[in-house]
């Protein structure tokens, strides 16, 4: 299986400044998991798990779940499948993808179902073993509850841990914790329409340059998009702002945006 562009590409890509990665929010919730996301070009999909028996359902709330939407079905065999087919990356130019799992109920149990899966599709995977990291064509991210703990002491481990903010001052390093993410409304106040306050604006830049420094990639989650006019407005801020992962559940949206600007 060839693979010669990596994640670490991504993130140096991001870090000079080019385009944001594309982040498809409770991707599950879509037409097509998985499929409507990679239509758009998008380099990082979001799925919410449970665990049931010793599997892992997708969805946002327990009593959504449905027969057959695993992470398994909905994510990991078609990722498997089209990386395959596509000489080692998913869309067969070398680059690397995210898929962020979202755990919805208890870290630890699910945390620990999700590594053994995950084994499953070893080939695939960044893995870190032994403090020694490979890149492959998918890195996986637990976000949600995450338990730290067991991650940062497994000598084998599958995925990334989504730290927020303020664990950038914790010295946690990046290969345990590749992204952070944290909600927009706990760090500003506004909310797409009108000028963005020179203040929080500086401020975003800050914020920006801090996850840089530690090699991370920064998110934020529950932007303002009640309105298209407010969602192109944050993404600008965000884009110019030199933010590495832009989320949306506007696929075609976001992706005519960071391909014309407007």
């Not at 979202?102 to 699910?110: E, R, Y």
Request: proline letters at 3%; glycine letters at 8%; charged letters at 25%.
């Amino acid at each position: 299986m060839k693979f010669w562009l990596t994640v670490a590409w991504l993130l140096a890509s991001c870090m000079a400044g080019a385009q944001p990665i594309a982040h498809a929010h409770n991707d599950y919730e879509h037409k097509r998991p998985l499929l409507d996301a990679l239509s758009f070009d998008f380099r990082s999909i979001e799925a919410d798990i449970y665990t049931i028996g010793d599997s892992l359902f997708v969805a946002h709330d327990f009593d959504e779940i449905k027969p057959g939407r695993t992470l398994r079905t909905l994510y990991l065999n078609p990722l498997q499948n089209l990386i395959q087919e596509n000489g080692g990356a998913v869309y067969g130019d070398g680059h690397s993808i995210y898929l962020l799992v979202d755990i919805k109920d208890d870290a630890v149990k699910t945390y620990q179902l999700l590594h053994k899966i995950l084994e499953d599709y070893e080939d695939c995977l960044a893995v870190v073993k032994n403090g020694k990291q490979t890149q492959r064509a998918v890195q996986v991210v637990v976000s949600g509850n995450r338990p730290m703990n067991l991650m940062a002491n497994q000598k084998v481990r599958y995925a990334g841990y989504d730290g927020r903010l303020k664990d950038l001052k914790t010295g946690v390093e990046a290969q345990l914790m590749p992204w952070v993410s944290d909600s927009w409304t706990d760090h500003f106040l506004w909310n797409g329409k009108g000028e963005f306050p020179l203040k929080e604006k500086e401020h975003l830049r800050q914020l920006v340059e801090q996850a840089k420094s530690k090699g991370c990639l920064l998110r934020f989650w529950g932007t303002p998009n009640k309105t298209e006019s407010q969602r192109m407005a944050i993404w600008k801020e965000l884009k110019d702002a030199g933010v590495a992962i832009i989320g949306a559940d506007d696929l075609k949206g976001l992706q005519e945006f960071l391909q014309t600007g407007k």
